[in-house]
């Protein structure tokens, strides 16, 4: 349990530091959440991890009243923690240094790695999907809709939403989640398997020791 809440603890503070990184070059375009974040932050105040934090809840409320099989102690910790954190590491301000336009796209490649890795350790310690993916999977099983399909309608708005608000929308964001998913895929694989290694380490050495 202490190794999952490890991953879970260190997996959330990598997809903050992540999102906080890819701010630092958004006009070369961000995620689509991001997006709409910055843009309500460039319209009605607040600051960015503010509306991270608000968004996220206002998600996990309409998941627990459509389908709450997906909402669990570690989508309600991500929702309030990943936006302070946001807000944190933006105040702290130590990020790759960005010199030029091909540096740039280094430290928003950075930023989407950083964002993988994370997302697939916290996924991986089984503490529940975050507010936005609860989101979407509740919506597909309410709806009928495959996962993919209802991702992309859904982030297809949202993006919609977060450009007629003036948010910061450029190539990137077109192709964000096809470079984010395959790694953390690869981070949710590699965790779920060290954890459950351990986990079987664990046990065999409990029967030792009662032996």
Do not use: C
Not at 148 to 157: D, G, L, P
Not at 178 to 189: A, D, E, G, V
């Amino acid at each position: 349990m202490r190794l999952k809440l490890l991953f879970f603890a260190l997996g959330l503070i990598l997809f903050s530091y992540g999102i906080s990184v890819a701010i630092q070059v958004q006009y070369l375009g961000i995620h689509p959440w991001d997006v709409l974040n910055i843009a309500f932050f460039e319209k009605f105040g607040l600051t960015i991890g503010m509306w991270n934090l608000l968004v996220g809840l206002s998600l996990v409320l309409v998941s627990l009243i459509v389908d709450r099989q997906y909402i669990r102690v570690g989508t309600l910790i991500n929702a309030i923690a990943v936006g302070p954190m946001i807000d944190l590491f933006l105040f702290i301000d130590i990020f790759p240094v960005s010199s030029s336009g091909v540096m740039d796209v280094v430290v928003l490649l950075t930023g989407i790695i950083l964002m993988g890795i994370g997302g697939g350790m916290y996924s991986a310690a089984g503490f529940g999907a975050g507010p936005r993916d609860g989101f979407m999977l509740s919506l597909s099983d309410k709806l009928g809709y495959s996962i993919s399909k209802t991702r992309i309608a859904v982030e297809s708005m949202v993006l919609i939403v977060g450009l007629l608000l003036g948010g910061p929308v450029f190539v990137f964001t077109f192709i964000y989640t096809f470079i984010q998913s395959p790694i953390f895929q690869l981070s949710f694989q590699k965790v779920t398997r060290f954890l459950y290694r351990s986990s079987e380490t664990g046990h065999a050495n409990k029967k030792v020791k009662s032996i």
